[in-house]
C-alpha cells in the first residue's frame, strides 16, 4: 500500500509581493498557505497527470524489454 507523506515546498516572494497575497486570501478568508495551495491546485493537477503518463510509458518500455530479452534468451 502506498503511503501518501506530504512534503514542504518553500519558495521566496518580496514583501510587495506577499503582502498582496495575504491580501487576497484574507479577503476568500483563508491562510495564506491555504490559499496558495488551492491556487496551485490546477498546476499541480497537470503535473500528476503528466507523471502519470511518463510512469505508464516507462513501465510498457520495461515491459518490452523484458520480452526482447526473453525472446533472445538473455
Not at 10 to 30: C, I, P, Q, Y
Amino acid at each position: 500500500m502506498e503511503q501518501h507523506k506530504t512534503k514542504v515546498i518553500a519558495f521566496r516572494v518580496n514583501a510587495d509581493e506577499h503582502e498582496a497575497l495575504t491580501k487576497m486570501a484574507a479577503l476568500s478568508g483563508e491562510k495564506i498557505g491555504v490559499f496558495v495551495y488551492r491556487q496551485m491546485a490546477p498546476v499541480t493537477d497537470v503535473a500528476l497527470s503528466n507523471l502519470r503518463i511518463a510512469r505508464k510509458k516507462a513501465e510498457a518500455k520495461a515491459k518490452r524489454q523484458a520480452k526482447k530479452e526473453a525472446a533472445n534468451g538473455l
